[in-house]
């Protein structure tokens, strides 16, 4: 199974945030209301992805720690916004590094909001400490709590050239742990090896039949299959001709209702971004404030293209 053979970048492209390399009108996404807010609990991670586009990895530490008090101003911020629940997602690195991941979680459920964690399920859930936590949590909140694990395939040779040997077991004990204790579970895949959507759920059914484990790969919520992102890979520009041409709305890209919270090393503050998957970039960062967040986002990024428009992924909670 190998990997499409893909060309570089072009220079020309995703440089004027309002007209692309052939001087056309680049596409935006208007905010249509908030339904989504991720938290980034920090870039650090236990282990090193060949490919993480967030670079996380054990030295990473760009985006700190975020602390209860950056999710409290947040979430007061966010309910004066939206009168109802909101999806809250939580994603790093790994959220299970961050030492308040228990206290951030359990504010976001006591408010009436559901948690979604982003998670390789390995050696930081299955600390006494952590898991004793999951246990009260799922105890206290039910469904209100859910963590999404990161499988990137089926084939253990595969998602181990990702994460490193040896991953692959260490996450399905992690999924047999989390099904024991009733925690609601998704899975994560990613189409870096190429092969068709059915293709990997087939392959993920096989797997899952083998392990004993309880998912329903036929359900996209949860089994999520990511379309690869690579920013050095030529793509096609997004004008606003496209929306037409692709059949799509601006209002179903998750910047239309979604936003990123994160909090970079030394900041004396939070920060509010356009997009989970571009924390580093100072174009989407969108200041400190969620009022501050609510302007169109200009979709002059690589991934917004591939992964978003093109690809149809979506980190919605």
Known sequence: MAQATTKPLDPAKFRDPDTTAKGERRATVAFTGL??????????????????????????DRLAYLTP??????????????????????????????????????????????ALVLTNAMKPIMRPRVQAALKDLQHRHGRKLSLRVSLDHWREDLHDEERGPGAFHETLDGLHWLQAQGITTAIAGRLRWGGTDHEMREGYKTLFAREGLHLDTTDPAALVIFPEMDSTVDVPEITVDCWRILGKSPDDMMCASSRMVVRRKGAPRATVVACTLLPYEPAFDLGDSLRSSLAPVKLNHPHCAKFCVLGGGSCKA
């Open 35 to 60: 339904k989504t807010l991720w938290f980034n609990t920090g870039t650090l991670c236990n282990i090193e992805c060949a490919s993480c586009y967030i670079e996380s990895s054990p030295r990473n």
């Open 69 to 114: 008090a950056d999710l409290t101003a947040m979430l007061d911020e966010a309910e004066t916004l939206e009168r109802r629940p909101l999806a809250i997602g939580f994603t790093g690195g790994e959220p299970f590094m961050n030492p308040d991941i228990a206290e951030l979680l359990d504010e976001t459920m006591k408010r009436g909001h559901d």
